[in-house]
């Protein structure tokens, strides 16, 4: 899975991509946050912009997972916050509807049951991005 996000966020730089948007959330996000910022060593020009739900996203994760996330923060090139507070299941849609809402293209890790992120790709798809989607393994 991380070598084909990887592959795939080097063909969106390569057709003229340059901002990325991550909803910096524990597993995928984290992980394809990591990849571009290891990818921005290579292509100087690209950003990686944080889209958080709220400012007390990391509240309820474990001590590691908090570390990495301030620690993957400290290095993005701007962050977009929603909502101060936690709201509920409406923020993280909002969030995921502000990605498509200043994006042409979707990468998403989807299994194709229902969800977050089945509702993030049919409201891409309402929208007319490119959606490339990554199969788990």
Known sequence: MKNTLRKEIINAIENGFKTFYCGMAIGFDMIAAETVLDLKKKYKDIKLIGALPCRTQDAKWLDREKKRYKKLLKRLDGIR???DEYIGAECMF?????????S??????YNGTGGGTKSTIDYAR???????IIEPL
């Open 126 to 132: 309402s929208k007319g991005l490119k959606i490339v």
């Open 81 to 83: 916050c929603i909502y």
């Open 94 to 102: 909002e969030r995921n509807r502000f990605m498509v809402d200043n």
């Open 104 to 109: 042409r293209l979707l990468i998403a890790l």
